[in-house]
């Protein structure tokens, strides 16, 4: 009985931060069509239903993570950077230096968690949704969220990686940006303006709470390194990444059918 | 029925999205920490509530949010009123932004940041006017870039030039940002956009593409949420420099 209370309680309380977050969209969106655009939303009844069930559905979603998935990632991210897991048969409140090549799990795992909650991701779903409707086959819901969980899988495991070697971030997000310039040049035109988008859609819900977990965890646990300064920027690569491997599986794709184009074209 | 079967298989959909977090943290937790998973009735309770909730999330945005966004970008191109076109554009990217939980946490964070650097003083007061001048600073620079995306979804600009000017801004003000403030305003790029803000954003710049005559879906529809995720890094380094 008190498990039930506890959970509506809880429930109740996801299903006001959903509201809160949701009202001013409805304020400005109600404002303007009474307003400006002086006409009645059309499917009213439709959309509202929609609504709850976006409202509801969002509450459902963060409970069971709260409920499960969160505490055992945070718990496992505080295990796999404890100098005790790093480096098996270190005495008790003795000096260690850190050799990069030591944190190798914990790349891995960086890696594992930023492609496996991207996958999970609900606003890239609704990006891949619309994009595969939009380009009529050529950008695909499955093909564009694995491309785009790549790009997060390797923006992670750097990020870990650049905490531990302790080098200043923006070197890193420069280089990434002259890449994805010089990409922007050779991909398809119409890949782009969704390549740029996926950086954007990535971290939100799921990915966010689970990364900044770890990449605390190992500014803590490193030594020379501060939560306040380190701690952040594994966002900022889990944004960069996936514009590069979006425009690669474009540029892939193209590839491809040019190849089976050739092909064909010998076959004659 | 036909309702039921579309819900199971929709909740089908939700266990695949799902399956590769489980599969991650049950071999790291058995084959590499080499642990038992605590509470699994608990886990296993958590991960049906995620299901469903996703599985509702995604009818929703079918029914809800995609014609919503769409309605209202047909609305306004038949309107022929790019004015309001434009101060809609803006209050849905400050409105969306201002009350986002993701930047109400990451700017009391960085508050923290300011205050032990001693850049602001270490009262609440300070700490609490800090961060809230952050996040108008995050607001206003989203609505600014939802407002740039639609005026070039209207006049068809190619994206990357426009882009590249961001990245360029973004690397001079890391030169003159202090460098605390760094790791904040590159992570402040990818909070901004939530999960309802994502979808919205994105039917509403699909659709006034597909209204526009000339403009095409896929190449001027999209880049609406990449000048929403870019704006808020230049932003926050120049309040970074402003109030140091």
């Known amino acids: 009985m008190a498990l039930l209370t506890e959970f509506l309680y809880q429930f109740f309380f996801n299903v006001l931060m959903t509201l809160k977050d949701v009202l001013p969209i409805i304020g400005i969106i109600l404002g303007f069509q009474f307003f400006v655009i002086r006409k009645p939303i059309p499917n009213f009844g439709r959309v509202l239903v929609g609504f709850i069930y976006v409202i509801l559905g969002l509450a459902l979603f963060l409970q069971g993570l709260e409920q499960a998935l969160f505490p055992l990632g945070r718990l496992m991210a505080e295990q796999l950077t404890n100098p005790s897991f790093i480096i098996p048969n270190l005495a008790e409140g003795e000096e260690y230096v850190v050799h990069w090549p030591d944190y190798f799990w914990v790349y891995i795992f960086a890696a594992a968690i930023g492609f496996s909650t991207t996958i999970a991701e609900p606003s890239l779903l609704a990006v891949a949704m619309k994009a595969s409707e939009v380009s009529g086959g050529t950008v695909t819901l499955w093909g564009l969220r694995i491309a785009v969980a790549i790009g997060v899988a390797i923006g992670i495991a750097l990020g870990t990686f650049r905490i531990v070697t302790g080098t200043p971030l923006h070197y890193y997000i420069i280089a990434g940006y002259i890449i994805v310039v010089i990409q922007t040049f050779y991909a398809p035109r119409s890949i782009i303006p969704l390549a740029y988008d996926s950086g954007g859609v990535t971290t939100s819900t799921v990915t966010v709470p689970l990364v900044a977990a770890l990449g605390l965890g190992l500014a803590e646990t490193v030594p020379g390194r501060s939560p306040l300064l380190d701690g952040f920027g594994l966002i900022a690569f889990a944004s960069l990444f996936p514009m590069m491997t979006v425009m690669g599986y474009a540029q892939v794709g193209l590839a491809i059918a040019k190849y089976r184009g050739k092909l064909s074209e010998s076959d004659d | ?244």
């Open chain 2, 1 to 244: 029925m036909k309702q039921v079967r579309a819900f199971v298989q929709s909740l089908l959909g939700s266990i695949r999205d799902l399956a590769p977090i489980i599969i991650v943290i049950a071999f790291f937790q058995l084959v590499i920490l080499r642990q038992p998973i605590p509470d699994l009735a608990n886990i296993l309770a958590g991960v049906a509530l995620v299901m469903l909730g996703l599985t509702l999330f995604v009818q929703g945005l079918e029914m809800g949010l995609f014609p919503l966004g769409e309605n209202m970008a047909y609305a306004f191109a038949r309107k022929g009123s790019v004015v309001w076109l434009l101060v809609f554009a803006f209050l849905l990217g400050f409105g969306t932004t201002i009350a986002e939980p993701a930047l109400i946490a990451v700017s009391a964070e960085a508050a923290e940041v300011a205050a032990t650097g001693g850049v602001i003083g270490t009262t609440e007061e300070d700490k609490k006017n800090y961060a809230n001048g952050l996040r108008l600073t995050v607001a206003l620079s989203v609505g600014f870039a939802i407002l740039m995306g639609v005026i070039r979804i209207i006049k068809g600009w190619p994206i990357h030039y426009l882009i590249i000017m961001g990245y360029m801004g973004v690397v001079v003000m890391t030169g003159f940002a202090p460098e605390w403030i760094v790791g904040i305003a590159y992570d402040s790029g990818g909070v901004t956009t939530s999960t309802i803000t994502v979808p919205l954003v994105t039917a509403l710049g699909v659709g006034l593409a597909s209204s526009i005559k000339g403009r095409n879906p896929m190449v001027d529809g999209f880049g609406l949420i990449a000048f929403a995720s870019l704006t808020p890094m230049i932003f926050v380094m120049l309040y970074g420099v402003i109030t140091s």
